[in-house]
């Protein structure tokens, strides 16, 4: 199916259709945020998928549906709500990932181990040497983990976190590789060789390497289980840098006048 996923605020911008399409999908954890709530008007009917459904989003008289992700309230970086999303798009295409959800709640302690693992080697790292570059990349549906990835760990730490495909740094940010640090995000996909290679090359010009993957999944699941370790890494890094606030130059919730 031809599905073009956009950001609500550049789509609102830039990309609009000049007549209103007929169906559209609106995601936004809060159910409030301004660019999404922008976006409504731009479509005949959507689909909204929120954490609060009984916010704007989901009340709007062109809803067709919504779908309510049952995370919770998130307090912090919305961790919970980003793997019930991809939970629910999963089931959207009717694609079985209970396997996928049973390898993730089994190995919940195996990624909190390599969570505060991250956090103690990084922490290490920025305390003892002169680190000028943060990189989470990942290729394919791991793009979207590095991205996710780099935003919760820039929100919980206050460090600067750079989310990218491997092939962009590929392409030229891997010159900073000398006294930066890297975090992988692997899976046995069509990149994967490219990604061992890559880490070798940057591995010999002084950068240091970390590596996250779950093997257990084939790639288009490893999203669920490849995030995970990051909220553990946000939470221990935060702690051994005394942060105890998540939202202090703005609000939870995005809002724009």
Known sequence: ???????ASEYFNYLQPKTKLENGVILSQSGSSSEALW???LFQK???ITNYPENTLSTNPNVAQKINLLAGDEQYSSSKTYINTLLALFKGFDMDCQNA?????KNIPKYEQLGE???SEVFQLISTKKIHGIYIIGSGPNI???FQSALIMCEITKLCFNGMAMAQYDHGPKETAANSIVIQIIA??????RSQKLTEIIKNSGAHVITVEEPEVAENFSVIHNMVPFNYMAYYLAEKLNITETFVVGGKVTEVF
């Open 1 to 7: 199916m031809d599905i073009q996923p956009e950001m």
């Open 101 to 105: 959800v049973d390898i993730l709640f």
């Open 39 to 41: 976006c409504t008007d």
């Open 117 to 119: 693992r991250m956090a």
């Open 144 to 146: 979207a983990t590095a």
């Open 46 to 48: 959507y689909t909204a």
């Open 188 to 193: 046995k996909g069509k990149s994967y060789e």
